[in-house]
């Protein structure tokens, strides 16, 4: 399976830190990240790309943008994909872990999220039939032991999926590409809340065969060199890469 991991115009240092702490993990291809400049929304609501009511800010546009062209790409293709964030740190065994998770699911998948974000509840369907299964994640701690991560080996097994938030690791099938894109697109708001990619996504999971690794395979870092961009664009203070 081919793997990508997105990375903005200009941020070589968050590439080379990606590359770092992946280094067990040669074989990514670089995606360079598409920013959005403000002045492009009525062109993509007219595009059918955006609803009219769409209330998500440009760092959230800018990262839906990249990965639904991904997505496009996959269902052009019809290869599946491996998507990566910048911020993504993988587990010293993850392509053993990955490909076992792969031969588990025998090719009858949509997407797999091998991690997903610490700081927001994630529910797979543990026990089919019986009871779904929240969890929580100490999202601190996770961030000081971080830096050990490239070298700790994870078992793992993939869960049905009903919930979880971060796009920062998984892949998507040529069936899932297409799923996600008639689901998502026109990116919208969900419950008058700022629109998120993550969000929207999270409602389909639990109609289509959308699965979790767990334990999770990959953590993140830190902020993604685009998310980074629109902190420093606003005078905000970037985070600490990792």
Known sequence: MRSVFINKEGAENQSTIFRQSN????DIERFQAIIDDGN????????????SDFSGDS??????????????????????????????????????????????LNDDWDIILFGYDFDASCVINAIPGVSPCGFYFDFNQMRKAAYTWHSRSVEANAYPLLQASGLYCYAVSPRGARLLLEACIPLRSLSNQPFSLDKQMSAVYPKIKAFAAFPPLAISG?????????????????????
């Open 23 to 26: 280094a067990h993990f040669p």
């Open 40 to 51: 492009s929304q009525a062109d993509l609501i007219n595009k059918g790309f955006l609803r």
């Open 59 to 104: 760092a959230a546009l800018s990262q839906a943008l990249t990965h639904t062209l991904l997505w496009s790409s996959v269902l052009s293709e019809q290869k599946p994909l491996m998507i990566m964030e910048d911020n993504a740190l993988l587990c010293q065994n993850f392509v053993e872990q990955r490909q076992k998770i792969l031969g588990q």
């Open 222 to 242: 830190n902020d993604n060199s685009t998310m980074s961009f629109f902190k420093e664009k606003n005078n905000s203070r970037p985070a600490v890469s990792i």
